[in-house]
T-cell receptor
Framework: DGGITQSPKYLFRKEGQNVTLSCEQN?????MYWYRQDPGQGLRLIYY???????QKGDIAEGYSVSREKKESFPLTVTSAQKNPTAFYLC???????????FGDGTRLSIL | SQQGEEDPQALSIQEGENATMNCSYK?????LQWYRQNSGRGLVHLIL?????REKHSGRLRVTLDTSKKSSSLLITASRAADTASYFC?????????????FGTGTLLAVQP
């Protein structure tokens, strides 16, 4: 089945540690997105990529980094510079034109 | 891109009743999308209405769009306990280098059995 797979489902980070969240899609979508969601809040855009080897900062990019070396993959690294990383992270992809976004089931990141 | 603002923030109804959620936005759009999020899960796309459409139906869902008022509504008829979720609208403006959606804080719908 086509879709988006995020892993792991739960992740714990120690102080000073970088962690990487995985996002893979087999929908052949060009655009991919990373969002952060805090409890009871909406989604805030971290980074997005509309084509391989290119990405743009969203509204809250500080403390995060991404890469887009393959069309199928858009990993997000939460660096030690992100002082409040505890949140629910969602990855999405979108096809060409006026299409809806497809979401993964998220990764919940917590601090040890 | 622009943010949709949903209203109300929270809504509690009995099973079988209808639920109406509203969305307002600020500038012109290509389409407006509604999504549902069950607790602890990703968002699921429900319905997309284009700027030249005024109403769209999908099963128990009815979406209206009034571009003159820059507003949309989502009606869920004959609600079920399984409809309990957060609902988000996302106004979409495509073109140039910015194909992205900005989501609001959503409406939390609780359907009591």
């Amino acid at each position: 089945d086509g879709g988006i797979t995020q892993s792991p489902k739960y992740l714990f980070r120690k102080e000073g540690q970088n962690v990487t969240l995985s996002c893979e899609q087999n929908l052949n979508h060009d655009a991919m997105y990373w969002y952060r969601q805090d409890p009871g809040q909406g989604l805030r855009l971290i980074y997005y990529s509309q084509i391989v080897n290119d990405f743009q900062k969203g509204d809250i990019a500080e403390g995060y980094s991404v890469s887009r070396e393959k069309k199928e993959s858009f990993p997000l690294t939460v660096t030690s510079a992100q002082k409040n990383p505890t949140a629910f992270y969602l990855c999405a992809s979108m096809g060409m034109g006026n299409q809806p976004q497809h979401f993964g089931d998220g990764t919940r990141l917590s601090i040890l | 891109s622009q943010q949709g603002e949903e209203d109300p923030q929270a809504l509690s109804i009995q099973e079988g009743e209808n639920a109406t959620m509203n969305c307002s936005y600020k500038t012109s759009i290509n389409n407006l999308q509604w999504y549902r999020q069950n607790s602890g899960r990703g968002l699921v796309h429900l319905i997309l209405i284009r700027s030249n459409e005024r109403e769209k139906h999908s099963g128990r869902l009815r979406v209206t769009l009034d571009t003159s008022k820059k507003s949309s509504s989502l009606l869920i008829t004959a609600s079920r306990a399984a409809d309990t979720a957060s609902y988000f609208c996302a106004p979409a403006t495509y073109g140039g280098a910015t194909n992205k959606l900005i989501f609001g804080t959503g409406t939390l719908l609780a359907v009591q059995p």
